[in-house]
Structures are given as C-alpha cells and as structure tokens.
C-alpha cells in the first residue's frame, strides 16, 4: 500500500531558527512529489514539486531536498518567521494514477516569538 | 488571481439531514476534487471529476455522492449525514495533464461540518 509518513507530528521553534521537517513515502516509482503549506483555517498551498531525477528544489527561505534511494524528502525552513506558523504536507503522485495523489498526515510547526 | 470558493465555511448539521456543500472555481480547470481532512490523516479522496458529468470514487466515497453539471462547479452531496462524517471538506481543482504528470492542486479554504 502506497503510504507517506510524516515526522515529526508537530514542532515548536523560536523566532529566527531553522528547522528541517522529514517525510518518508513507499510510493515508488513517482511522478512528482510535493510540499504544501497549510495555514490555520485555510487550503494547502504549494510550496514546492520535485521529479524523481531532482535532489533539491528552493522557494525563498524553503528547500526541499530529495533522496530517491532512502525514499525520503526534507522541507527545510531558514530563518524562521511567526508566518510559518502552519501545517507542512508532503504528497507524492503515483506515475499511473496522478489523480490518486498519498498524503502525508502532515507537522504542524508553531514559530514563537 | 487564481480561485476556488466553497460555499459554506462551517455548516452545523442533524443526523439525517441532507447536505450539499459547493465549489467553484475559476481557472478552466479540467480536474476537480473532494477531499476529507481528519485531524492525524493525511487529506482522504472523496471524489474526483476530469470532466463535465463525469465522476470517478476516490478512496472513501461511501455515504458520498457529487455532480458536476457545469465545469466550474463540483458538488459534494451527503444524502442522509451521520456523526461520523463531521469533519473539514476540502475543494480543489487542478489543470488536465499527461497520465502521471500531476498538476498541482489548488484548494478552497475548506468547509467544517458539524454532524450533531
């Protein structure tokens, strides 16, 4: 069963800190895999998408990286801001299927002041 | 500025009732979709639709039904509601691609039902 793991479940920072959020999948292989950022009472929003050939891919103060072989994807966040307050989501598209997208439960950070 | 608007924010419902919740969007898009979001789950497929009148199951479609009459507007239907299917309903929407090349998903700001 294709499955996305998520860890950790949630987080809590300071202000300016960085901090890297992990996601472990087994659909292999895949189309494309994605971060979404999820605001408190709001839809996902994308953030970034990775190929199964690319390692890393960057949107400001946000890089995803990419490890084929272990099966595993990090959102880092530099430099933290109160906005990043959110629920990050990984989701991973099977090659056959695209419109059957697994989701990851997600980790809510929290960024205080 | 891109959009899909789902009707209700918060809709409080009776054990039941019939409940229809709307989407539109506003991009031409070809794909349109329901999800559920459950606290500690990952976002589960209601349904999906590539096209007018069109309609395929997602992963959890039971007690569910949808229409899609006009190609902007995909509707969730829960003909007879019950308390287990209280959670946050999410719209989304995407462009038509290349089997396996997902476009990305462009959500509404969501709808939480309260099944009492």
């Known amino acids: 069963k294709n499955q996305v793991e998520q860890s950790p479940q949630s987080l809590i920072i300071l202000e300016g800190k960085n901090c890297t959020l992990q996601?472990?999948?087994?659909?292999?292989?895949?189309?494309?895999l994605r971060w979404y950022k999820q605001d408190t009472g709001r839809g996902p929003v994308s953030l970034t998408i990775?190929?199964?050939?690319?390692n890393t891919k960057s949107n400001g103060r946000y890089t995803a990286t990419l490890d084929a072989d272990t099966k595993q994807s990090s959102l880092h966040i530099t430099a933290s801001q109160l906005s990043d307050s959110a629920s990050y989501i990984c989701?991973?598209?099977?090659?056959?299927?695209?419109?059957?997208?697994?989701f990851g439960a997600g980790t809510i950070l929290r960024v205080k002041s | 500025d891109v959009k899909v608007t789902q009707s209700s924010r918060y809709l409080v419902k009776r054990t039941g009732e019939k409940v229809f919740l709307e989407c539109v969007q506003d991009?031409?898009?070809?794909?349109m979709f329901w999800y559920r979001q459950d606290p500690g789950l990952g976002l589960r497929l209601i349904y999906f639709?590539?096209?007018?009148?069109?309609?395929e199951k997602g992963d959890i479609p039971e007690g569910y039904s949808v229409s899609r009459e006009k190609k902007e507007r995909f509707s969730l239907i829960l003909e007879s509601a019950s308390t287990n299917q209280t959670s946050m309903y999410l719209c989304?929407?995407?462009?038509?691609?290349?089997?396996?090349?997902?476009?990305?998903?462009?959500f509404g700001e969501g709808s939480r039902l309260t099944v009492l």
């Open positions: 996601c472990n999948y087994t659909v292999s292989p895949f189309s494309n």
């Open positions: 991009m031409d898009h070809e794909n």
């Open positions: 989304a929407s995407s462009r038509l691609r290349l089997a396996g090349d997902t476009g990305e998903l462009f």
């Open positions: 989701v991973v598209s099977p090659p056959l299927d695209g419109n059957k997208l697994v």
């Open positions: 639709s590539y096209d007018v009148k069109m309609k």
């Open positions: 990775m190929t199964f050939s690319e």
